[in-house]
């Protein structure tokens, strides 16, 4: 069936750098999609979302662009610290579920 | 935000048994979501619990391998069923409140089978 995938398994930034991590989709039917942050031994923690006629919102030292012709989600994570070490899975919501992509580490460089 | 306990929080069983796992929140949803995750993998949709009916079942899922029960608007149960060392994984119980998409979930419960 039609998923969220990402482009890359693995990121590495320097600390204090930006952090961009992109997405794939296939299911324009989606309403919202969606960025969760994981950290080992713990379950998904939601981060930001968008409405699929939108195509950015900021939150708090993250964006999420949208772009639809592409179909492609990113989400950027400015001066990015060790805490946001962690698995980042996009997702997408569609009939009442969400339904998660592969996941990307990232990794901070000291 | 909603606190959601899962229990056990880990496990290691021996092929051929039941584990039941329990998810409790502590407040009512009328929602609540079980998934699978896989070593090194992403979170897959195992079904969707409403309290007063059946859950339904994600595509390669079926009720007799993952039977669920959600007696109250604040519990729902999980049984993997007659295990194998492929259902080696973490089960996330998750809700929805608030916004439309901020689910909440539980720490997982990871299960070694044997």
């Known amino acids: 069936g039609e998923n969220v995938g990402l482009h890359l398994p693995t990121l590495s930034v320097q600390e204090g750098d930006n952090s961009i991590i992109n997405c794939a989709y296939s299911?324009?039917?989606?309403?919202?999609f969606i960025w969760y942050k994981q950290e080992s031994g713990k379950g998904p923690q939601f981060i930001i979302d968008?409405?699929?006629?939108?195509d950015k919102r900021q939150g708090q030292r993250v964006t999420v662009l949208l772009n639809k012709t592409v179909k492609h989600l990113s989400l950027q994570i400015a001066a990015t610290q060790p805490g946001d070490s962690a698995v980042y899975f996009c997702?997408?919501?569609?009939?009442?579920?969400?339904?998660f992509g592969k996941g990307t580490r990232l990794h901070i460089l000291p | 935000s909603a606190v959601i306990s899962q229990k056990p929080s880990r496990d290691i069983c021996q092929r051929g048994t039941s584990l039941t796992i329990q998810c409790q929140v502590d407040?009512?949803?009328?929602?609540m979501f079980w998934y699978r995750q896989q070593p090194g993998q992403s979170l897959t949709l195992i079904a969707t619990?409403?309290?007063?009916?059946?859950?339904?079942?994600e595509s390669g899922f079926v009720i007799d391998k993952f039977p669920i029960s959600r007696p109250n608007l604040t519990f729902s149960t999980l049984t993997v069923s007659n295990m194998s060392p492929e259902d080696s994984s973490i089960y996330l119980c998750?809700?929805?409140?608030?916004?439309?998409?901020?689910?909440?979930f539980g720490q997982g419960t990871r299960l070694t089978v044997v």
């Open positions: 998750s809700v929805e409140r608030g916004a439309v998409t901020e689910a909440f």
């Open positions: 299911n324009s039917a989606s309403d919202y």
């Open positions: 968008i409405r699929s006629n939108m």
């Open positions: 997702a997408d919501k569609r009939d009442d579920k969400i339904i």
């Open positions: 407040s009512q949803v009328t929602m």
């Open positions: 619990a409403n309290q007063g009916s059946e859950a339904t079942y």
